[in-house]
């Protein structure tokens, strides 16, 4: 563990350094996540993920202007897992996740490099967002403009499956969105290729957001790929808001060839934290999967938090379940 927090602060010295001599700013920012996990994974059979143990991942962000319509971006991630009897707990992995450029191109603001990239509300496409050794990396182009009363956004590179796991995908695709009163609608596209496979497989989506009186947000997508049977997934959330809480139901229902499991956001592979019963070994694709997911947050104050996470997921004509829970605190700064 010390070793996570030693790595990512010799990291934020080392980048402000680098600012200085360049003779410009450098902007710091990140959080530290202490979180418990408990995994019971007899989805489709499985017995081989059970276990219990804590993870530290740390994260410093860093951000320069290069001039007027050009930043650079960088991201140093360290996870950490120890305290329990699971495979792989006990190592550490640190890496510069992600990097690259941001600027302006006339109605256009591009960004180049390895990044997090989502599409529509990430059933389609969801990569990024966590840490090292855990993320897919999308090594690519993204591209957004506002046309009119829509908000849109056109990405195109390369996904790697993260995990751990070999092979990556070629992505190209788009999403856009607008306000109708109150409610948020959208629509997303994308064409994905695995290495090595002749043809394309496309995926579409439509997504609605919505606030519910002062307290409530609804928000769905529905995706569908060019698969010829199971081709159909869904998620329907909805969260509610008091003071300094909130508590979040979300409910998920993927078919196996709707969205690609390592790369979508409900995908078999990326949405548990660790259980691999929803997910087709043998054929390496995604079993037909359902379940509910409850997040609980707590903002303690404007820097700490407290967050409990618990998945009950099956996968469809499999016995067993996949169980997990997640919980811990968060420090941002």
């Keep these: 563990m010390k070793k996570s927090i030693v790595a990512a602060l010799a990291a934020s010295f080392i980048l402000s350094i680098a600012g200085t001599a360049l003779a410009f700013p450098v902007e710091f920012n990140g959080d530290f996540r202490l979180q418990g996990r408990v995994i019971n994974d007899k989805a489709g059979g499985s017995q081989g993920t059970d276990g219990s143990w804590f993870q530290l991942r740390s994260r410093v962000n860093f951000t320069g202007a290069v001039d007027e319509d050009t930043t650079f971006f960088g991201r140093f991630s360290v996870r950490n897992n120890f305290g329990g009897a699971q495979t792989g707990t006990g190592t550490n992995n640190g890496a510069f996740d992600q990097y690259g450029i941001k600027g302006k191109a006339g109605e256009w603001k591009y960004s180049l490099g390895r990044q997090a990239v989502s599409l529509g509300q990430g059933t389609i496409v969801s990569t990024g967002s966590d840490a090292v050794g ?41 999403d856009a969105s607008t306000k109708v009163d109150k409610v948020t609608v959208g629509a997303a596209y994308a064409i994905g290729r695995i290495d090595g496979s002749v043809g394309d497989t496309k995926f579409w989506g439509i997504n609605t957001s919505a606030p519910v009186g002062n307290s409530i947000n609804l928000s769905t997508e529905y995706v569908k790929s060019n698969a010829d049977t199971d081709n159909s997934a869904y998620f329907v959330a909805g969260t509610y808001s008091w003071k300094k809480d909130s508590f979040t139901v979300q409910y998920n229902n993927v078919k196996k060839y709707a969205v690609d499991p390592f790369n979508s956001g409900i995908g078999s592979v990326a949405y548990p934290f660790m259980g691999d019963g929803l997910f087709d070994w043998d054929n390496g694709e995604n079993r037909d999967y359902k379940g509910f997911t409850y997040v609980y947050t707590h903002s303690i104050n404007k820097s700490l938090s407290f967050h409990a996470i618990y998945l009950d997921l099956e996968a469809t004509g499999y016995t067993g379940s996949d169980k997990e829970l997640g919980a811990g605190l968060v420090w941002s700064f």
């Design 134 to 174: 855990v993320d897919n990396k999308f090594d690519g182009a993204i591209l957004s403009t506002k046309s009119g009363d829509f908000d849109i956004n056109v990405i195109g590179g390369k996904i790697n499956n993260g995990n751990g796991y070999s092979g990556s995908r070629e992505v190209y695709g788009f």
